[in-house]
């Protein structure tokens, strides 16, 4: 027989002699280890009664399928490796007791190994189809039971959250007085714009009730777990220096969960603003994890922004230094897994003591290890240790006891000696996992990580070889057949999460990756060297500083670019969309990769679409119309008012709520310059937005109302723009003002300096202290009123009673249907413009307001139908174009 049937014969490309190589994937544990995950997701939450009887259906099933298996003949279930490992040329195969025959039943033979005798054809024929059928029936129990576990695990655990006082307390609201025990690091919310107002940023931690007050005075102890909401004050800082397994004893309102079928069985909300009061301090290993990761806090506090920031998150996941607008980039560009630690932090450790992930089929073993001399055992027990204490300080996060799960197993392979294959590992780990904490089940962390890794493992080397025959450079071909591969397996879920698809994140990704190794390990070599020697620590974090900004660099770089994502259908409809779109661009990726102007046409396309070069995007959708004097931006339910200042320079006007869609606006239009940015009021609605005009455009300098109200939104715009270095000032009333063709006044609000008709009180309302410009541009008028109410208009009208008529009026507080009757007579515009967010709560605008536009002879616009809107021309040619 020749070499090349000898390979033939055992179904390997170079033969069974080489056990270096790599044999078909071992997926007997990927069906056990789904049926567990979906029983446990379909189970959490779910009343205990139907629960239970699916526990009971999966397990009658398998055991009729355990006791009579020739009732389960369906072809096409995966057999075992013994069985696969028993064909023979013909198609023969050998069942347990070592009998082989050939599928037509017309040759037995002796197998050696089993010593099986030879029989006739037909008696062995049936003997091998009845052991494929209880292989089968196994298989087939194996994964019902397993589901049955899963669900079982889930239904015990639901009902032992839904047991106790808890539950019952939450639902009335009642006042309760309790000792909890806290089980994770405070964690921050991000503000949210709402109407006019920013929710404020929030502390949320996680704790189980021990003992419970109830407002009768008698006391109960319990294990409950419930989600302590911490309302912004004072205290909130001694709430953040509170570390896992802290006592406290708190009074406050117990509430629902926030959503159905959540770990915790209620809310805490804690009363007063006062420090906690703290009754048994943390275990002595949450102290030391505690002193780590100040350590590296401290160590990294004189790097820039966005490092000091970024490296304790992805370092040991502490995310209190992340601004909004840094998360908001690595959102966009789909980086988030970088932003907090993940299992890739682990696995870079793992590699160093072990070795490469490529010997994973090796009984050999690389890294560190082998290089100091350290024993098999040795080395599997040092990497134990080094991943329970990876996860103690690191946190328990679904992504890290993934991660962890998977590293034990595989070392306990090393310990014992034996071959480790990571595609089981990753499959016993979320079997494990899900059975331990059927919660994870439903943790959309929890889902990303496990597909991203199960992708890395199964698509990426696959990938990787394909562009290696393409003649990529492998290293490259790796990364980007990786970033390639988690990408295509996560997208779906993303879009479930929030509805768009990132177009920069494999680029993105690509390029941050490069630097997470570096930054990881000297982020890691500071923490430990910060309780020892602090200047060495601080030496180090400077230098993982570099890769750490370059990452941040990265995001917002990404994020900023005009077409960075793009709008996509939400829910479970949106997200079986992408990923069949999936299933038909990879197929076709290797017919386009065969042609190469195909392939350079698709990457200019892609590049053209994520650019949108302002000539290109006018030519193709005729935005913004040539000669445009005055843009009125789509920003939602907002206001973010352009007025053309010369080439490329544009006075804003208000900011919107959203800095994603008010840089969009400005790129779309062309600004790059802002002489002058004024913002009307202190609302959320007009303020938010202005990190997204400064982002990349020069300021001049920025105006505000003489009303610092509300407070909080006063303070963001001044904190954002001294670190911009942007000076602030306030308008004077009656002030004139002129920028090129631009020339207005400010008709309100009044001052006490004031003489004339800028004299009088300052309002006390923000929207009545709203800064009202009357502004000519060559031929044109328009009269900006912010978000006057019917009071202030009507002073308004009072102290200018000569107030000419305009062009165009932007409606006061995006079209409510508080307006003055006298001033929109006064204005008489042609046109009347409303900035209003789609399918808003408020029901803006009102009828009643554009009924009295209409009647007035104005053609009304509004963002909500015709997107944003531009103004051209002047006289007889004036024309309002809105851009949908």
């Known amino acids: ?36 995950w979906a029983g446990a997701a379909l189970a959490v939450g779910a009343p205990g009664q139907w629960t239970a009887m699916g526990v009971v259906l999966c397990l009658g099933a398998a055991v009729v399928l355990l006791a009579a298996p020739g009732l389960f003949a369906a072809p096409g279930l995966p057999l075992s490796p013994r069985a696969v490992a028993g064909r023979g040329d013909n198609g023969g195969r050998r069942d347990s007791g070592g009998t082989a025959a050939d599928d037509n039943g017309g040759r037995g033979g002796r197998d050696g190994a089993g010593g099986g005798t030879a029989g006739s054809g037909t008696a062995d024929g049936r003997v091998a189809a009845r052991g494929r059928r209880r292989v089968r029936a196994t298989a087939a129990a194996a994964v019902l039971l397993c589901a049955a576990a899963g669900a079982a695990s889930a239904g015990l655990h639901g009902a032992d959250v839904r047991r106790g006082p808890v539950p019952g307390l939450a639902r009335q609201f009642a006042r309760v007085e309790a000792e909890i025990t806290l089980t994770s690091d405070a964690r921050r919310t991000y503000p949210r714009v709402h109407g006019d107002h920013s929710t404020p940023a929030s502390l949320l931690l996680d704790a189980e009730v021990s003992l419970l007050t109830r407002p009768g005075g008698t006391a109960v102890r319990l294990r409950t777990p419930v989600l302590v909401i911490v309302p912004p004050g004072g205290a909130t800082a001694a709430w953040q220096q509170l570390l896992p397994s802290t006592r406290l004893r708190i009074a406050g309102r117990l509430a629902p969960p926030l959503h159905k079928g959540e770990r915790a069985a209620a809310v805490l909300r804690p009363e007063g603003k006062g420090p906690p009061r703290v009754t048994g301090p943390p275990s002595l290993l949450q102290r030391a994890a505690g002193r780590l990761r100040a350590g590296l806090r401290q160590a990294t506090d004189g790097l820039g922004a966005d490092a000091r920031a970024l490296l304790p998150g992805l370092v040991v996941g502490d995310t209190t230094r992340v601004t909004p607008e840094l998360h908001e980039a690595f959102r966009a560009t789909d980086l988030t897994h970088l932003m907090a630690v993940s299992g890739a932090n682990l696995a870079i450790l793992l590699v160093l003591l072990i070795g490469p992930p490529g010997r994973a089929l090796r009984a050999e073993r690389g890294g560190l290890a082998p290089r100091l001399g350290i024993s098999l ?30 590293g034990l197993i595989t070392l306990l392979a090393i310990g014992t000696g034996r071959r480790r294959t990571l595609i089981p590992a990753l499959c016993a780990a979320v079997l494990l996992l899900v059975l331990y904490d059927p919660w994870l089940a439903r943790s959309y962390g929890f889902v990303l990580s ?11 080397p696959r990938w990787s070889e394909a562009l290696q025959r393409r003649r990529v450079p492998p290293r490259l071909a790796e990364a980007l057949a990786a970033a390639a591969a988690a990408q295509a397996v996560c997208a779906p879920v993303v879009v479930l999460l929030a509805s768009r698809v990132s177009l920069v994140a494999i680029p993105c990704n690509l390029l941050a990756e490069f630097a997470v190794a570096p930054a990881t390990v000297l982020g890691f070599a500071t923490l430990a060297l910060a309780p020892v020697a602090m200047p060495a620590a601080v030496l180090l974090a400077r230098v993982a500083g570099w890769p750490a900004g370059w990452i941040a660099s990265v995001a917002r770089t990404g994020a900023a670019l005009p077409g960075a994502e793009t709008h996509w259908p939400d829910g479970l409809s949106g997200a079986a969309l992408l990923a069949a779109l999936t299933l038909v661009l990879v197929p076709a990726a290797r017919w386009v990769g065969r042609r190469p102007w195909i392939c350079g046409a698709a990457a200019l396309l892609l590049v053209l679409v994520v650019l949108r070069p302002v000539p290109l995007t006018r030519v193709l959708t005729g935005w913004p119309p040539p000669g445009w004097v005055f843009a009125m931006c789509d920003v939602g339910q907002g206001d973010a008012l352009v007025l053309a200042a010369g080439r490329g320079a544009g006075v804003v006007v208000d900011t919107g709520p959203d800095p994603r869609l008010a840089d969009r606006c400005l790129r779309e239009l062309g600004v790059s310059r802002v002489p002058l940015l004024l913002l009307t009021h202190f609302h959320a609605d007009h303020v938010r937005g202005l990190p997204g005009v400064l982002r990349g455009r020069a300021v001049g300098a920025i105006q505000t109302t003489s009303l610092d109200d509300p407070p909080e939104q006063a303070a963001f715009v001044r904190r954002t723009a001294a670190e911009a270095r942007i000076p602030v000032m306030r308008v004077a009333p009656g002030e004139r003002r002129r920028i090129g063709a631009l020339d207005w006044q400010v008709l309100w609000p009044p001052g006490e300096a004031g003489t004339g008709p800028a004299a009088g009180p300052v309002p006390q309302d923000p929207n009545d202290a709203s800064v009202t410009l009357f502004v000519r541009a060559g031929g044109l008028t328009l009269l900006l009123p912010g978000d006057l109410e019917p009071p202030a208009q009507q002073a308004l009208l009072r102290s200018h009673p000569g107030l000419p008529g305009v062009d165009v009026l932007k409606v006061a507080h995006h079209g409510s249907a508080h307006q003055d009757s006298a001033l929109l007579h006064a204005a008489r515009p042609r046109f009347a413009l409303v900035s209003v967010g789609r399918d808003n709560p408020y029901g803006h605008p009102a009828p009643r307001t554009l009924d009295a536009l209409t009647a007035q ?28």
């Open 1 to 36: 027989m020749s070499t090349q049937d000898v390979h033939a014969a055992s179904g390997l490309r170079l033969g069974v002699s080489d056990p270096r190589q790599e044999g078909p994937a071992d997926l007997r544990l990927l069906a056990p280890a789904a049926a567990a």
């Open 857 to 884: 002879g104005a053609v009304v616009l509004r963002t909500d139908q015709d997107g944003a809107i531009a103004v051209t021309g002047t006289g007889s040619r004036l024309r309002a174009v809105g851009r949908s």
């Open 377 to 406: 055992r040795m080395t599997a027990l040092l990497g134990g240790g080094l991943t329970l204490a990876f996860v103690l300080v690191c946190r328990p996060e679904p992504s890290v006891l993934r991660a962890a799960a998977c």
């Open 450 to 460: 496990v597909l991203a890794t199960g992708a890395l493992l199964t698509l990426a």
